[in-house]
């Protein structure tokens, strides 16, 4: 013991004001390394997707043992994930339904989105689109509470 030193290993933080408002409540820190998470509950569709994909065994992104996913920023990216895993129109039976909107999972703008998983480990379910538009609200604002940014581990609750 030295008298009037202190020394404290701390978690590796992040501060940031990346969303760029000149409001203070959107400037914040995160410690990239303590996975976050964002909910899926009550998007009905979106929600079951999710889960049956779990239910066959997928485990990425699941908070109850399975692999975190990662938050991709490249638009570019995004695209040709969701491309190469959402049929360009719904079938038939969906499009009478009104579920014309393909929600894929994981995430299109995850690291582990598109194909980079097996088929095994993904799903897209057809969807309405205001529930598909209620659910990029959703991670939109979780991202910017949680300062939520590229490579950084998340979890998804369904």
Known sequence: YSPGSVSYASAVYRCDNYYGSTR?????????EAPTGVSMVGLARIDEGIRNLRSRGGHYG??????????MINKTQE???????????????M?????TSC????????YEGGT???????EITWVKVN???AQGGRITAWR????VMDHDPFYVIA
């Open 79 to 93: 695209g040709r994930n969701r491309a190469a895993v959402c049929p360009r129109t719904a079938p038939a039976d």
């Open 144 to 147: 910017g509470q949680m300062h």
């Open 24 to 32: 203070a409540s959107r400037s914040g820190c995160a410690i990239p």
């Open 116 to 122: 980079v998983l097996p088929a095994a480990q993904r």
């Open 62 to 71: 699941d908070p109850n043992g399975g692999k975190p996913l990662h938050w």
């Open 103 to 110: 929600d894929e999972y994981p995430f299109a703008s995850t």
């Open 131 to 133: 529930e598909n538009k």
């Open 95 to 99: 499009r009478r339904a009104g579920r």
